[in-house]
């Protein structure tokens, strides 16, 4: 690591402490999305509005595999372009992008009519990949505004500030959804309308403070995105051949590869799982608005229990807490068992985001973070591609079986145990100081 760029203080981050602000504000700004849209109401407004008529599982599966395509393609194309922007020192230009790309896209979904599933699916996909692309270069940025040292907590402010808000933007929307008239809104229907395009005005402004006070080191010579993305394959090329020789990177993707899965399977398809079940819509956003706002003093704790227990015992915790609600909410009868679900998934899921992030930014080579992010996007997203997948096949399998819709939805997302189940085993045999110097050797 550049000596120049480390602080005095080994408290205080290396461009300062407006810079780690202005980072972790980019969270506040695309966690409207994440709320809003991907878990809130983009599963009611898909399988309500846009599939109305068909059946329940039939639209969960539309749903998931909407997903799934959007997490290949991103699979795909991140890791390349993460090398590419280390290449030409241009995390900010590609970050710029991509959140444009999802702001746009987001705001658009207001435009679907009803029946226009398909419509409805690519721009919720094309969004998800502005979603995925932008946090491939939001975390790459986490080494340069963050000591090692303090990587826990910054991590976990990011995600604290995003639970906060998240939950903000939600709270006005389900209130949009509740009283449409007191916003000049002629029904519900509308409100959700206008909440997509609130978002992507929330996700471009709130992202404005990242660019104005995040600096990446001067570049010597311009280089075109041809050549960058030129030379990104071929130092991703060469990190693919290399890479086989660092086994602890390699087993830390396999774990999280399995753990983060079931969380952002849980995300995407709760509120889906609830409505199959025979919940109201309105009980199942207001879970979720509880959740947000659990959400954000549990990732600042997440982030001083690192500290204290160490990260990777922090995280194994969250995943044990993830097993235990997969398995109960598979159970689940009322409205009550909902919401203690929802409390439960509010006091982990910023933790376990945050530490693995950080985690893994510790043992990655110090000089090419947006690569390796984008290995780390790219491990995520082919979960994706997995976890809504095999929720959504399960429950046709199970219908298929002769199993009712309630029994088949449960055991879809009783699957999901099985990911926290293996990612869980995987971790336990990550050693931080081994991969941390194979991270150093790269």
Same mark, same amino acid.
Not at 175 to 191: E, H, K, S, V
Not at 204 to 228: D, H, N, T, W, Y
């Given at each position: 690591?550049n000596?120049?760029?480390?602080?005095?203080?080994?408290?205080?981050?290396?461009q300062?402490?407006?810079?780690v602000?202005?980072?972790?504000l980019?969270? @506040?700004?695309?966690?409207?999305?994440?709320?809003?849209?991907?878990?809130?109401?983009?599963?009611?407004?898909?399988?309500?509005?846009?599939c109305?008529?068909?059946?329940?599982?039939v639209s969960?599966?539309?749903?998931? +595999?909407?997903?799934?395509?959007?997490?290949?393609?991103?699979?795909?194309?991140?890791?390349?372009?993460?090398?590419?922007?280390?290449?030409?020192r241009?995390?900010?230009?590609?970050?710029?992008?991509?959140?444009?790309?999802?702001?746009?896209?987001?705001?658009?979904?207001?435009? *679907?009519?009803?029946?226009? @599933?398909p419509?409805?699916?690519?721009?919720?996909?094309?969004?998800?990949?502005?979603?995925?692309?932008?946090n491939?270069?939001?975390?790459? +940025?986490?080494?340069?505004?963050?000591?090692?040292?303090?990587?826990?907590?910054?991590?976990?402010?990011?995600?604290?500030?995003?639970?906060?808000?998240?939950?903000?933007?939600?709270?006005?929307?389900?209130?949009?959804?509740?009283?449409?008239?007191?916003?000049?809104?002629?029904?519900p229907l509308?409100?959700?309308?206008?909440?997509? *395009?609130?978002?992507?005005?929330?996700?471009?402004?709130?992202?404005?403070?990242l660019?104005l006070?995040?600096?990446?080191?001067?570049?010597?010579?311009?280089?075109?995105i041809g050549?960058?993305?030129?030379?990104?394959?071929q130092?991703?090329?060469?990190?693919?051949?290399?890479i086989?020789?660092?086994?602890?990177?390699?087993?830390?993707?396999?774990?999280?590869w399995?753990?983060?899965?079931?969380?952002?399977?849980?995300?995407?398809?709760? *509120?889906d799982?609830?409505l199959?079940?025979?919940?109201?819509?309105k009980?199942?956003?207001?879970?979720?608005?509880?959740?947000?706002?659990?959400?954000?003093?549990?990732?600042l704790a997440?982030?001083?229990?690192?500290?204290?227990?160490?990260?990777?015992?922090?995280?194994l915790?969250?995943?044990?807490?993830?097993?235990?609600?997969?398995?109960?909410?598979?159970?689940?009868?009322?409205?009550?068992?909902?919401?203690?679900m929802?409390a439960?998934?509010?006091?982990?899921?910023?933790?376990?985001?945050?530490?693995?992030?950080?985690?893994?930014?510790?043992?990655?080579?110090p000089?090419?973070?947006?690569?390796?992010?984008?290995?780390f996007?790219?491990?995520?997203k082919?979960?994706?591609?997995?976890?809504?997948?095999?929720?959504?096949?399960?429950?046709?399998?199970?219908?298929?079986?002769?199993?009712?819709?309630?029994?088949?939805?449960?055991?879809?997302?009783?699957?999901?145990a099985?990911?926290?189940?293996?990612?869980?085993?995987?971790?336990?045999? *990550?050693?931080?100081?081994?991969?941390?110097?194979?991270?150093?050797?790269?």
């Amino acid at each position: 690591m550049n000596k120049s760029k480390t602080a005095t203080n080994p408290h205080e981050p290396p461009q300062g402490r407006r810079s780690v602000w202005g980072w972790a504000l980019y969270d @506040w700004a695309n966690s409207a999305y994440a709320t809003t849209v991907m878990a809130g109401f983009l599963p009611v407004f898909f399988k309500e509005f846009c599939c109305a008529g068909a059946d329940p599982v039939v639209s969960t599966a539309r749903l998931g +595999l909407t997903n799934a395509a959007a997490g290949l393609v991103a699979a795909l194309l991140f890791p390349l372009l993460g090398a590419a922007a280390d290449r030409g020192r241009s995390r900010k230009r590609f970050l710029l992008f991509f959140m444009g790309l999802g702001a746009l896209t987001t705001a658009c979904l207001s435009l *679907v009519q009803a029946g226009q @599933w398909p419509l409805a699916a690519i721009l919720y996909g094309l969004s998800l990949l502005g979603f995925s692309g932008g946090n491939v270069f939001y975390d790459a +940025l986490l080494p340069l505004v963050s000591s090692r040292r303090d990587m826990d907590r910054v991590s976990a402010l990011g995600y604290a500030l995003g639970y906060l808000g998240g939950g903000i933007l939600l709270a006005v929307n389900i209130w949009m959804t509740i009283d449409p008239a007191r916003f000049g809104l002629a029904d519900p229907l509308q409100a959700v309308r206008a909440s997509f *395009v609130s978002v992507g005005l929330w996700w471009l402004f709130f992202s404005i403070p990242l660019f104005l006070l995040v600096r990446e080191p001067a570049v010597e010579k311009r280089i075109s995105i041809g050549g960058m993305l030129r030379e990104g394959w071929q130092s991703l090329a060469g990190t693919i051949r290399k890479i086989r020789r660092f086994p602890t990177i390699l087993l830390f993707l396999l774990a999280y590869w399995f753990y983060i899965d079931g969380v952002d399977t849980i995300i995407r398809m709760a *509120v889906d799982y609830g409505l199959s079940l025979g919940f109201a819509s309105k009980d199942l956003i207001l879970a979720l608005l509880m959740a947000q706002f659990i959400g954000f003093p549990a990732a600042l704790a997440f982030g001083r229990l690192g500290d204290r227990i160490g990260t990777k015992r922090a995280i194994l915790l969250a995943v044990g807490v993830y097993l235990l609600v997969t398995i109960g909410g598979s159970l689940m009868r009322t409205r009550e068992d909902f919401f203690i679900m929802a409390a439960a998934i509010g006091l982990v899921q910023g933790g376990i985001q945050a530490l693995s992030r950080s985690f893994y930014a510790r043992i990655i080579p110090p000089d090419r973070p947006a690569e390796f992010f984008g290995f780390f996007n790219m491990v995520g997203k082919f979960s994706v591609i997995f976890g809504p997948a095999l929720i959504g096949l399960a429950g046709l399998a199970a219908r298929a079986a002769g199993f009712e819709g309630p029994a088949a939805s449960r055991i879809g997302i009783l699957s999901v145990a099985l990911l926290f189940l293996a990612g869980g085993t995987l971790l336990i045999f *990550v050693e931080e100081e081994k991969g941390r110097k194979e991270g150093a050797d790269l």
